[in-house]
């Protein structure tokens, strides 16, 4: 399993926003869940960070390989998840792009090394 962490810079106060789509995707999972299936890759862990300026979050994505994932949503069968997380998007992401931070490695389930 491979992993990446993404950082999000967010518009100031986004955390309720953010805490909303969290619920969202609690209590609605099969619709992230089947969406993420599609595209090859999940959500494993949300971060948040706060400045005085400007909130961050932070995704864990994992994948069994990042060179197979869907790189656009042309063929996403979406489902009502689609709306909720646009939604999101649209009034909490900064302008800027977000930042892929490159793994150094990760540990598996046997707690061994992988690159």
């Known amino acids: 399993m491979e992993s990446k962490l993404l950082k999000i810079k967010l518009n100031s106060n986004s955390r309720t926003k ?3 789509l969290i619920l ?3 209590e609605n999972i099969e619709f992230p869940k089947n969406e993420m299936d599609q ?4 959500w494993d862990s949300v971060f948040y ?3 005085s300026e400007f909130e961050y979050i932070y995704i864990v994505i994992k ?4 060179s197979k994932i869907m790189m656009d949503e042309v063929g996403l069968i979406e489902t009502p998840f689609r709306d909720v997380y646009n939604k999101f998007r649209n009034e909490c992401w900064a302008p ?3 930042l892929d931070i490159e793994p150094i490695f990760c ?3 046997s707690m061994t090394f992988s690159v």
């Open 18 to 20: 953010l805490d909303e």
């Open 24 to 26: 969202y995707m609690q």
């Open 39 to 42: 595209k090859g890759y999940y």
């Open 49 to 51: 960070e706060k400045h």
């Open 63 to 66: 994948s069994n390989d990042f």
């Open 96 to 98: 800027e792009l977000y």
């Open 107 to 109: 540990f598996n389930s």
